[in-house]
């Protein structure tokens, strides 16, 4: 880069770094650093990343992580310790491997500026631009994940219970811009991996075609499709989600074409907001990420600001609705239509009737029956991201009479209502 056009740079990058070091204006100070390493690759050594005082950072040294997103991390902690050659040096490594990497580029401009006695004051009034601001956004919400984000032995609240046949699932949090894997270990959750991810330009909640808004809800991966069967933008590969699901159609909402997929092989990563409504990650860690999705099985919990529980938490929360399933089953066995249907909220829709259409078709069925089984196998269970007081259950049913025999896969949606009962709002064949 010539003298001239770093100057002209220059104010840029330190709104940059300033952005940054505002963004720590309340964090503990450097003493007391620990040190956080990730496995080292055939390609590049391991990587030690600090974080000053108390604070823990959220990837354990066994979890699969964003390596550039650490070294970047590094990079900044180091400058913050005072050492900024050391910091640079790191910087210039780190785009030597990525050297599509914007926001690293910025950040070793910005400390070149430093060294040469250039104030770090957040100026960033004075050089908004429509090319900086995202990247300060990217800043933000990079280095605020790192910072506050503390839970080990803690799952997010939607992950109620995974089914056997579910190896892996996903939950992406649109709030912090991240997407995370986990593992399914004897039906719990253990975190695999943390990504940074780009979400819709307009926010969360889509609600209609092209309102580039990305959408929230319970979704499962219906395919995937290879990148070199797709335009550049896409990535190396990506994978379509059922949107809009049952739920959506009931709200109305429409659109599609909603995937997880990566970036054009010019770029690393896109600021926050910046798709027309899919999840997009850097084309390295959808790389990572892959492997582990299953059309037709891999869950993909996309919320906003989603809150984490305690592994006892969790468990209470699972017993409850479980409870609530298991005796819905056992109602419907005994033949009893009564019983078996308040088990349905009054604002029941599912399979084209309503609560009243519903009694009725119930009731005429189990009366003509002497017996009925009903086994549920491979249940899974998840809290809705934007629906309070409401589980998504799937299962596989096999149902058998004295007259009728049949298999398939249901799903359910239960709301809590009022009176503290959990009820089914809506019932699917899937």
Excluded at 44 to 53: D, E, F, H, L, Y
Excluded at 183 to 201: H, T
Excluded at 228 to 234: F, G, H, I, M, R
């Amino acid at each position: 880069m010539s003298l001239v056009h770093r100057n002209l740079l220059l104010p840029v990058l330190v709104a940059v770094g300033a952005a940054l070091v505002a963004a720590t204006a309340h964090a503990p100070s450097a003493s007391g650093v620990q040190e956080l390493k990730i496995a080292s690759s055939a390609s590049s050594p391991a990587v030690a990343v600090t974080s000053a005082g108390s604070v823990t950072p959220v990837i354990s040294t066994t979890v699969p992580h964003a390596e550039s997103e650490l070294r970047l991390i590094n990079v900044i902690e180091t400058f913050r310790r005072g050492e900024v050659d050391s910091a640079i040096l790191e910087a210039q490594s780190l785009i030597r491997n990525n050297p599509n990497f914007k926001l690293a580029h910025l950040v070793y401009g910005d400390l070149l500026a430093s060294r040469a006695g250039v104030p770090m004051s957040f100026q960033s009034e004075n050089i908004r631009s429509a090319s900086v601001d995202p990247l300060m956004a990217e800043a933000r919400q990079r280095w605020k994940h790192y910072r506050t984000a503390q839970r080990y032995n803690r799952v997010p609240e939607l992950l109620v219970q995974l089914s056997p046949s579910q190896k892996n699932a996903v939950v992406v949090d649109l709030a912090e811009s991240r997407l995370f894997v986990f593992e399914n270990k004897d039906g719990k959750p253990s975190l695999l991996g943390d990504y940074y991810v780009s979400g819709g330009k307009n926010g969360a909640n889509k609600q209609r075609q092209g309102d580039r808004r990305t959408p929230v809800g319970v979704y499962f991966v219906v395919s995937r499709l290879p990148g070199a069967e797709l335009p550049d933008k896409y990535g190396p590969v990506a994978f379509p989600v059922d949107y809009p699901n049952e739920w959506d159609v009931r709200h109305g909402r429409t659109g599609g074409g909603i995937w997880l997929h990566g970036v054009s092989s010019d770029t690393y990563s896109r600021p926050p907001l910046d798709s027309d409504g899919c999840i997009e990650l850097s084309n390295a860690e959808l790389e990572l990420v892959a492997p582990l999705l299953e059309e037709g099985s891999t869950p993909v919990l996309i919320g906003e600001g989603i809150s984490w529980l305690s592994i006892d938490q969790m468990a209470t929360r699972r017993a409850d609705i479980v409870e609530s399933i298991e005796q819905w089953k056992a109602d419907w066995e005994s033949g009893e239509a009564e019983s078996y249907l308040q088990h349905y909220s009054e604002d029941f829709l599912g399979r084209g009737m309503d609560k009243k259409h519903w009694d009725a078709y119930k009731t005429k069925i189990n009366r003509s029956k002497r017996f009925i089984r009903v086994e549920l196998n491979d249940l899974s269970v998840f809290s809705h991201p934007h629906e309070e007081g409401m589980m998504v259950v799937s299962f596989d049913q096999d149902y058998e009479s004295d007259s009728f025999s049949s298999s398939g896969n249901k799903r359910q949606y239960w709301r809590l209502e009022k009176d503290g009962n959990w009820r089914i709002l809506s019932e699917e064949n899937i």
